[in-house]
């Protein structure tokens, strides 16, 4: 039996075949980045108090600030309640203005918002303040749900039907789902429809990473995996600019979502991955991809190689039990998936907080696209040439001091605030992009999408908790950070734990891992 790593070198190992495969890889990662963190910008928050119209049956000629000034109780900074107010009355104006307001009530009307000309947020429509303001919250922790069971489904159901299938699946309930989600009547509406487009995001990351994985060489897989996370940079730098704008959130569901329709072409251009089909057994469908890929890399694969090639007799699936049979697959199951855990928790938690450090969040969040790019397109070099395991250690300690750094920072500096929350993006950007190339190399074909579906899976709980960490800060400013900032301490250590896979093959079987462990 020959190995497909002998039929990629025929085939050629990064040609215009893996060359086109990475260009349709990239443009759903831009798509990703916008689903991932559309909501800091639908979700935006507005200055706002209680609906206080009442009064201007008294006094009709009153201007906004002599209404506020009656009918709004202020705090201790001299900033108006943005929860509470006046009860209204049945005196006359000058009684009022004479006397004042004691008695004091939650808001009876409504609120009214300082949003900006024709701006709305999911905030101000929903009225997701005061007694409800932790639906904002929980809407993202819902999504992140979402992904959670994505990784859970589209993970396994990719080892049984294939990387194409699940794919396109995901394509298809990301449009349906994401331009719904900008007509939802109300905010529990809005929050089961991201949920499904939650689960479609993790269908499309973990497969479409493998996919461009299983068909490269060893020399290019990293190269090919990096430069597809630099098109989620790049989406985010593009949704920024989008979200500026366009301040009506509706609009803005609608434009970062409606894209995904020109990808329909991709039911006749997508490949499956040879290397799955060969384990299923599928010789005849993978011959056919085979001569194709050859084809366009200006390559022909020898008759002789052809003829040899074969799968196993009998077609050979994994599952997620199979990860912890085999003790070598289960060690690194688990190491990995608390590396996927710490990655995403600090990740999202400084990525969602983008609003709270100080400057304008559409800056923040076009500086946090920008520093991306670099991480991303920096640690290739770098796991080229110290290894996976040194510089997935290296990418965690950096991003985890960073968060330690950040409260310690007096609240007058914001710009240094901002440096600081770069360089803790930048680590982690690059600590998710070293994590996805690493984890690809450690998994056989038969397991890596259950594998990986499990790292994901982790990282998608971390995901869900982020938001949720985040309300901490009401205790004490500085818990969230010290939580993000403390975890990826043990991960940078379970690293070494790890074996080195830089210029490796691939395996395909569980065997050898099984031999070893003997």
Request: charged residues 15%; glycine residues 8%.
């Amino acid at each position: 039996m020959i190995s497909f790593t002998q039929i990629l070198s025929e085939v050629g190992e990064f040609g215009a075949f893996q060359k086109r495969l990475l260009l349709a890889i990239c443009i759903p990662n831009v798509f990703t980045a916008f689903h991932m963190f559309s909501q800091v910008f639908t979700g935006l928050s507005f200055t706002h108090y209680c609906n206080t119209d009442w009064i201007l049956k008294q006094g009709p000629n009153l201007t906004l600030q002599q209404q506020l000034n009656l009918t709004i109780p202020t705090d201790q900074e001299g900033k108006y309640d943005s929860c509470s107010m006046f009860s209204p009355v049945d005196l006359s104006l000058e009684d009022i203005e004479a006397f004042g307001l004691n008695e004091t009530s939650k808001c009876t009307d409504g609120w009214v918002y300082e949003t900006p000309k024709g701006g709305s947020s999911l905030i101000s429509e929903f009225n997701l303040v005061c007694d409800s303001k932790n639906l904002n919250e929980a809407s993202q922790s819902i999504y992140m749900a979402g992904l959670l069971v994505g990784a859970v489904v589209f993970g396994p159901m990719a080892d049984r039907y294939g990387r194409r299938f699940v794919t396109l699946l995901s394509l298809v309930l990301q449009l349906l789902f994401g331009v719904g989600a900008a007509f939802s009547p109300n905010i529990y509406v809005y929050i089961t429809l991201r949920f499904v487009v939650g689960t479609s995001v993790s269908g499309i990351s973990i497969n479409t990473y493998v996919l461009g994985t299983e068909w490269c060489g060893a020399s290019k897989r990293a190269l090919f995996t990096i430069v597809s996370h630099c098109c989620y940079a790049l989406g985010l730098m593009v949704m920024s600019g989008i979200a500026f704008g366009i301040r009506q959130w509706r609009v803005l569901q609608m434009v970062l979502s409606a894209p995904v329709l020109t990808l329909a072409v991709y039911f006749w251009i997508l490949p499956e991955s040879a290397r799955w089909l060969l384990t299923q057994g599928k010789q005849g469908e993978a011959r056919k991809i085979i001569l194709k890929a050859a084809q366009v890399n200006g390559r022909k694969v020898p008759e002789s190689l052809l003829a040899k090639l074969e799968a196993e007799n009998k077609a050979e699936t994994g599952s997620m039990l199979d990860l912890f049979r085999v003790r070598q697959l289960r060690k690194r199951a688990l190491i990995l998936s608390y590396i996927w855990f710490v990655t995403s928790l600090v990740y999202y938690g400084v990525s969602l907080n983008v609003g709270n450090f100080g400057l304008d969040i559409y800056l923040t969040q076009l500086i946090f696209g920008i520093a991306e790019l670099p991480a991303r397109l920096g640690c290739f070099p770098l796991i080229e040439r110290f290894g996976r395991k040194k510089s997935q250690s290296a990418a965690l300690l950096l991003g985890g001091t960073a968060c330690l750094v950040i409260p310690a920072i007096p609240s007058g500096y914001p710009v240094a605030v901002t440096v600081i929350a770069v360089i803790g993006k930048f680590s982690l950007a690059a600590s998710f992009s070293i994590a996805y190339v690493y984890t690809a190399e450690l998994y056989p074909t038969v397991v890596r999408q259950n594998g990986v579906g499990l790292n994901s899976m982790c990282a998608r709980v971390a995901g869900i908790l982020a938001p949720l960490i985040g309300l901490l800060k009401t205790y004490h400013h500085a818990i969230p950070m010290v939580i993000y900032g403390s975890l990826p301490f043990l991960g940078g250590a379970l690293c070494f734990m790890l074996p080195e896979t830089l210029n490796t093959e691939l395996l395909d079987h569980t065997d050898a891992l099984k031999d070893h462990s003997k």
